[in-house]
């Protein structure tokens, strides 16, 4: 859990670097080693199948967030594209596991949310 904290941070970083590229690569790179989801599925699963998938990992709380973290770097910033809205549905996916099985919601996955909402209902954000 540590060392995905860690490459979260290192995430973010290169985000605010203006390192969008690399960013990305080590977003792929960490959803493929650190929860076997590759591009392909995130960009084509329904919400109901990654809901399915979800539940046959049983992840922790902690990795749950961190998988909400990375899933949100990786669609941000947000453009209009299907892979970019199935993206974001697959984190309101692992909010609401998040909420339903841990009854745990935070500040910055509410205001997450909203944003998300926001986007995928009116096709813009702030």
């Known amino acids: 859990m540590q060392k995905l904290a860690q490459v979260l941070a290192r995430i973010i970083g290169l985000k605010k670097d203006g390192e969008i590229e690399e960013a990305h690569k080590a977003i792929a790179n960490t959803l493929s080693e650190g929860f076997s989801l590759d ?5 084509t699963s ?7 998938f979800l539940n046959q990992q049983r992840y922790s709380e902690e990795k749950l967030n961190v998988l909400t973290q990375l899933l949100f770097e990786s669609a941000h910033p947000f ?18 596991q998040l909420e339903k099985e ?9 205001a997450k949310r909203q944003m998300i909402d926001k986007f ?5 954000y702030e």
């Open 39 to 43: 591009e392909s599925f995130l960009n």
């Open 102 to 110: 841990y009854h745990t919601q935070s500040l910055d996955n509410i």
């Open 79 to 96: 453009e209009d594209l299907l892979e970019i809205h199935n993206r974001l549905r697959l984190v309101l996916v692992v909010f609401n």
């Open 120 to 124: 995928l209902n009116t096709d813009q």
């Open 46 to 52: 329904t919400p109901a199948e990654f809901q399915v």
